[in-house]
């Protein structure tokens, strides 16, 4: 399991994960959340729909992993949206992504 699964389910027994779209879109509303993760499979109109959200409440955002592994990570049923809402979590989440992404 990649190290970004196994902190979404610490951040998950934490209690700092708004999962699913209706949580996340509350999270990011209430100005609670930190970083906000969309599926790389999520639908087109979900993915637009984030993302302007992300833009318009100031909120960081980033395409990963898959509907199926992002809600097994948290110990749920598929999840094409996660709203962290922890700065810490989030500032080590973006960090292993980048990491991931420059092909550590």
Do not use: P
């Not at 699913?20 to 959340?33: L, T, V």
């Not at 906000?36 to 109109?45: F, G, P, R």
């Not at 979900?46 to 409440?57: H, I, M, P, V």
């Not at 979590?89 to 420059?102: H, P």
């Amino acid at each position: 399991m990649h190290k970004v699964y196994a902190l979404l389910g610490l951040c998950m027994r934490a209690g700092k994960i708004s999962g699913g779209e209706a949580a996340a879109h509350a999270a990011i509303r209430s100005g609670e959340c930190r970083l906000l993760i969309i599926s790389e499979d999520a639908s087109e109109n979900t993915k637009k729909k984030f993302a302007n959200a992300a833009t318009y409440y100031k909120v960081d955002c980033l395409q990963w992993g898959t509907k199926e592994a992002l809600g097994r990570a948290i110990g749920k049923a598929q999840r094409s949206v996660l709203a962290v809402c922890e700065e810490g979590f989030a500032a080590q989440l973006r960090s292993l992504c980048q990491t991931k992404e420059e092909g550590q």
